[in-house]
């Protein structure tokens, strides 16, 4: 499967933002479908997930501001993002992962630049 992120941008503190990461195939097989986000000089981190059984997880820093969701019907997810600071600035990568029984399968999509700056 492929992965297309998009949705990035240049807004203000305060402001929002919501990415999309299309799959080139069905999603509904992936246990989970995540975004990631690289800060510059820092290691990627996990922001937001979302399992298969609709469960979620949010990094404590943006906990009541990001909301993850998948669509399986539309091989898409989204990453809404309200009230960006500063420190939101980074690279956002989405990914999907899928348990074959043995080991974990990984999939990346390209990176979408998000800048929250005044």
């Known amino acids: 499967v492929q992965l297309q992120a998009s949705g990035g941008g240049v807004v203000q503190p305060g402001e929002s933002l919501r990415l999309t990461c299309a799959a080139s195939?069905?999603?509904?097989?992936?246990?989970?479908m995540a975004w990631h986000r690289q800060a510059p000089g820092k290691e990627r981190e996990l922001a937001a997930a979302?399992?298969?059984?609709?469960?979620?997880t949010y990094a404590n820093s943006v906990k009541g501001r990001f909301t993850i969701s998948r669509d399986n019907a539309e091989n898409t997810i989204y990453l809404q993002m309200n009230s960006l600071k500063p420190e939101d600035t980074a690279i956002y990568y989405c990914s999907a992962a899928r348990f074959d029984g043995s080991s974990w399968n990984d999939y990346w999509g390209q990176g979408t630049q998000v800048t929250v700056s005044s």
């Open positions: 979302a399992g298969s059984a609709g469960d979620t």
């Open positions: 195939g069905r999603i509904g097989s992936f246990n989970v």
